[in-house]
Nanobody, 121 residues
Framework: QVQLAESGGGLVQAGGSLRLSCVAS????????MGWFRQAPGKERELVAS????????YYADSVKGRFTISRGDAVNTVYLQMNSLKPEDTAVYYC??????????????WGQGTQVTVAS
């Protein structure tokens, strides 16, 4: 069973920064595509950013382009989401997601528990 461990959420003032981290285990699952979804109250879950299995391809939602950066860590199946210039509309529960494929887009095979990000105005 694949497990995802997320960390890094919290409360921040508008214009501030947060860094989310996610580690997928066990390592024996091999390299997978990874990404972050978010869900705000009353809204559907949306893909925020993803990175391909090899790390060469990234995707960003239009609403976060230029502010968020997704990257893979040195350890196998570790992913980070650096969030800068945060806005109140970024407030949501952020979920780490993994797909056993080259890329991750609309769906995922495994999900983390979610971490709350709250941006105060």
């Amino acid at each position: 069973q694949v497990q995802l461990a997320e960390s890094g959420g919290g409360l921040v003032q508008a214009g501030g920064s947060l860094r989310l981290s996610c580690v997928a285990s066990p390592r024996t699952i091999g390299r997978v595509a990874m990404g972050w979804f978010r869900q705000a109250p009353g809204k559907e879950r949306e893909l925020v950013a993803s990175i391909s299995r090899g790390g060469g391809t990234t995707y960003y939602a239009d609403s976060v382009k230029g502010r968020f950066t997704i990257s893979r860590g040195d350890a196998v199946n570790t992913v980070y989401l650096q969030m800068n210039s945060l806005k109140p509309e970024d407030t949501a529960v952020y979920y780490c997601a993994v797909r056993d494929g080259v890329t991750l887009s609309a769906s995922a095979d495994y999900w983390g528990q979610g971490t709350q990000v709250t941006v105060a105005s």
